[in-house]
């Protein structure tokens, strides 16, 4: 079903305006209407409604996973169960950063434990991958790949949100 989203004003609201249309499976296209100011608002309403519901799905998929890896059963002398402070280090910026993002698409592929206390999140995108790491004592990495290209990059909120974006262009 597609999602009408308000996209430019012409003459007053209550009259004319554009309405740009996104369906994943019919892609972006743009149709001019007369639509009354209810309709206008309902459709932003709808639009916003969705966003909202697309980020808690993207909450809810990180809040499992991470969960997921409080299993006991998992774990023994030699490969121990991630940090409290590790789980919460992680939950903490993964839910920053998908809240920076305008598009909450982009789940994380792999969210596993490292064996030593920490927690490793990957996503892959064709020849592009990223991966956040982190410590059993809550200190991040950030490492990306593009080909033969690689790189460890400051772990800032500003850095993530970049290469998750940089991950969808792939």
């Known amino acids: 079903m597609a999602d009408a989203v308000p996209y430019n004003y012409q003459k007053s609201s209550a009259e004319v305006f554009c309405v740009r249309v996104f369906s994943p499976s019919e892609g972006d296209s743009v149709m001019l209407g007369k639509l009354p100011e209810q309709a206008m608002h309902q459709a932003i309403e709808r639009r916003y409604a969705a966003l909202v519901e697309k980020q808690r799905e993207t909450e809810r998929f990180l809040l499992v996973s991470l969960a997921e890896l409080e299993d ?5 002398e030699e490969f121990l169960k991630p940090s409290q402070f590790a789980s919460d280090t992680m939950q903490n910026v993964l839910l920053q950063a998908y809240r920076n993002l305008s598009d909450f698409s982009e789940l994380p592929k792999f969210v596993t434990a490292d064996g030593d206390g920490g927690i490793r999140v990957q996503w892959r995108n064709n020849e592009r991958e990223l991966r956040l790491i982190c410590s059993t004592t809550g200190e991040l990495k ?6 033969n290209n690689y790189d460890l990059e400051e772990p800032s909120l500003t850095n993530l949100t970049k290469r998750l974006k940089w991950l969808k262009e792939a």
């Open 72 to 76: 006991e059963s998992d774990y023994d």
């Open 142 to 147: 950030l490492y990306w790949q593009n080909g």
